[in-house]
């Protein structure tokens, strides 16, 4: 992205809906962020709820929900979000339930609905190696780990080791696991091997390294530092891998760059930042120094509209999954990497084609 502020409170939509039978799908859905005539830097790829995609369903009532929220396999009040290959694993806090849903296959199954590691309360994910899940858990304060098949080989949470346990990231290159603990104002870390804890850091308070009520939490690939998002300070702040305090950014406002109740966080390949906001129901992409660059969102139930945002998960490929916890799906956006433009040379061309025809729409 740009090292320059570009303000966007709507989008780019072509051709929401196809002219021919209503249970088609959409000839052509795009969703370009910014608008032309801006460089693209991000688009809406499409929007998860869990059987209702693979079934013979209108559009429109995918879009909106339609007779699909909670029922059957379908997503009712999600929270977290993960992704391995073309599985997207989501917790669901009112069904108490990881939803696996396998994109490719068209299937939907379930983690942690049976013991060993039957849950409770899922909130967060983390992906380890291996194609390994690792979910908290805040009534049973605990974190669990497991196979892509749902068996249970990992967990954390000795009686009184954890408070609420919330966010959660892991460091593969270093073997780590961090925990936000969000009622006991800090952040824990264990190796993942022994799950020996390592060390921990803040403390509750409004200084810098402290927290106030802590949510979640993200890894930077490049640099390993971590991003922690200081729910009720209403900011960010980065630590080095080692929890020493670097930086922070944001403060309680309605302004770009401000937050008034922050939530999930992810960080892309290039190291921009994305944080949702529950309550502006938008999403802030940052630079590594917590430059405001863009923003997208506004309430509401259409592709790029959100109710009540949540959690954040950037893949290795730098999709962006975004938690739409009220509309109860998890939507899914391509940031235009350098590495993406040349392993997409075609669709990055497509992309400046549509911009450059509607900017010449606008200006006729």
């Given at each position: ?260 109740r922050p939530k999930g966080i ?46 954040v998960f950037v893949d290795k ?48």
């Amino acid at each position: 992205m740009k090292r320059t502020i570009l303000l966007i409170s709507s989008v780019f939509l072509i051709s929401l809906f196809s002219t021919g039978c209503a249970q088609k799908k959409a000839e052509e859905l795009r969703i370009i962020m910014p608008p032309p005539p801006e460089e693209p830097r991000l688009f809406y790829v499409e929007s998860l709820r869990g059987e209702a995609n693979f079934k013979d369903t209108k559009i429109l009532d995918v879009f909106i929900g339609k007779e699909t929220k909670g029922v059957g396999k379908n997503l009712f009040k999600p929270y977290g979000v993960g992704a391995i290959g073309d599985t997207v694993y989501v917790t669901d806090t009112a069904i108490g339930l990881v939803f696996a849903i396998d994109t490719l296959n068209k299937k939907v199954d379930f983690i942690g609905d049976r013991p060993p590691g039957k849950l409770a309360l899922p909130v967060s994910i983390a992906i380890g190696k291996n194609d390994t899940i690792y979910v908290s858990d805040a009534k049973l304060k605990k974190v669990f780990g497991y196979r892509k098949n749902g068996a249970l080989f990992f967990a954390l949470g000795e009686k009184g080791e954890f408070r609420r346990p919330s966010g959660i990231a892991i460091n593969q290159k270093l073997n780590r696991i961090y925990v936000v603990d969000t009622k006991s104002h800090n952040v824990k870390v264990y190796d993942l091997d022994s799950a020996k804890l390592l060390f921990e850091f803040g403390k509750r308070g409004i200084e810098e390294g402290e927290f106030n009520f802590p949510t979640n939490i993200a890894i930077d690939p490049r640099n390993d530092n971590v991003a922690v998002v200081d729910t009720q300070n209403f900011r960010v702040q980065i630590f080095d891998k080692d929890g020493d305090f670097l930086s922070k950014f944001g403060r309680l406002g309605d302004k770009p760059g401000m937050f008034s109740r922050p939530k999930g966080i992810g960080i892309d390949s290039e190291s921009h930042i994305y944080v949702s906001d529950a309550a502006f129901n938008n999403v802030q992409v940052f630079d590594d120094k917590g430059n405001i660059l863009l923003y997208f969102g506004g309430a509401g139930f259409g592709p790029s509209q959100f109710y009540l945002p949540a959690g954040v998960f950037v893949d290795k490929n730098d999709r962006v999954y975004i938690v739409d916890s009220f509309n109860a799906r998890v939507q899914i956006y391509q940031y235009v990497s350098e590495r993406w433009k040349k392993e997409h040379p075609e669709e990055y061309l497509e992309l400046k084609r549509i911009g450059e025809e509607k900017k010449d729409e606008a200006l006729n």
